[in-house]
């Protein structure tokens, strides 16, 4: 059962990615110029225009789209900024095709080869998030949220990241627990959940 926190956030990501994709979809760079860089963006600018003109957008369209950014970032890996854009829309194309896998993959690459843009951050969040909401997968989440908080300590969603952490030790104290027999380095979980856990231990022994 979700906690509240989980459901809020999980209905502002939505809402957040499909206003994302219906202004980026209409919003591209100018594709003037005779550049290949600037010809790949000219059809990506002009299948996204196809698709914000839609109510729900082609599967095969998304997919395009998909194959698109990825052709973008393979070859012009000097426009950092851009492509991890492109790919974490890439990624959000990849969440409306239900295809969980490849939009983890996704995550995984910006937030590996784009360490200091500013979707790294996001995309590392977003994947935990997934795990966490989507998957059921609370050991992945965990470690996920983990690895942000261990990352980026001054970022703003570190306070949500937390709380979500926080959320899942209390309802799921055998994942942490599992958790920590693989990994004995670090917190899982916050000081204060850390000590809320132990007594609860205690007071059942």
Not at 17 to 42: I, R, Y
Request: aromatic fraction near 8%; include cysteine.
């Amino acid at each position: 059962m979700e906690s509240p926190i989980q459901t809020t956030m999980k209905h502002f990501l939505f809402l957040v990615a499909m206003l994302t994709l219906a202004l980026e979809f209409g919003c591209q760079s100018d594709p003037g110029g005779g550049g290949e860089d600037q010809k790949v963006d000219a059809r990506i600018s002009d299948l996204e225009a196809e698709v914000a003109l839609q109510d729900a957008p082609d599967q095969e369209q998304l997919k395009r789209l998909i194959s698109l950014y990825e052709e973008h970032a393979n070859k012009y890996p000097e426009r950092r900024e851009v492509n991890a854009n492109f790919l974490m829309k890439a990624a959000d194309c990849a969440r409306m095709l239900g295809n969980n896998a490849k939009a983890i993959s996704l995550y995984d690459r910006i937030a590996d080869e784009f360490r200091g843009t500013v979707q790294a951050p996001r995309a590392l969040f977003l994947k935990g998030f997934l795990y966490d909401t989507e998957l059921n997968r609370k050991d992945s989440a965990l470690i996920v949220y983990r690895t942000f908080t261990w990352r980026y300590k001054n970022d703003p969603f570190l306070d949500d990241v937390q709380r979500l952490m926080d959320t899942l030790s209390v309802q799921h104290p055998e994942v942490v627990e599992k958790i920590d027999k693989k990994d004995r380095g670090g917190a899982v979980v916050s000081p204060a959940v850390k000590k809320k856990l132990e007594g609860e231990k205690k007071a059942g022994n």
